[in-house]
């Protein structure tokens, strides 16, 4: 239901959960941190109705606010990393992009890539 190998989720889960947005000292502790994360990728996995707050509401049994405060805390530990995983094309995997294009699908990239 989150769109994610159990794999991939446990790593992506180790990569944020120390991050300082998941620490508190008030007397209400957030959320376990894979409580967020899942909540986080359930809504990042539906579109249209399916994403709003009141559906994710229905389907994980938690307030409006949690959504919120579970969506916005994964994603700024996420985007932490976001350098170390997101990079430009080089021009060779510009070429390589254009090479499977070509191939693959004439007309799509019209003999070129989206930049």
């Not at 986080?40 to 994980?60: E, F, H, K």
Request: aromatic share 6%.
């Amino acid at each position: 239901m989150l769109h994610i190998t159990p794999v991939s989720f446990r790593k992506l889960l180790q990569c944020i959960e120390g991050h300082p947005i998941f620490q508190t000292n008030s007397n209400c502790p957030h959320a376990p941190v894979e409580i967020q994360l899942a909540v986080t990728l359930y809504q990042m996995g539906r579109y249209g109705n399916g994403a709003s707050v009141p559906d994710i509401v229905w389907a994980a049994g938690i307030s409006e606010g949690s959504v919120e405060k579970f969506t916005e805390r994964c994603q700024i530990a996420i985007m932490v990393h976001h350098d170390s995983y997101v990079r430009a094309l080089t021009m060779e995997g510009k070429r390589g992009e254009r090479r499977v294009g070509l191939r693959g699908r004439a007309g799509v990239w019209d003999g070129g890539i989206v930049i």
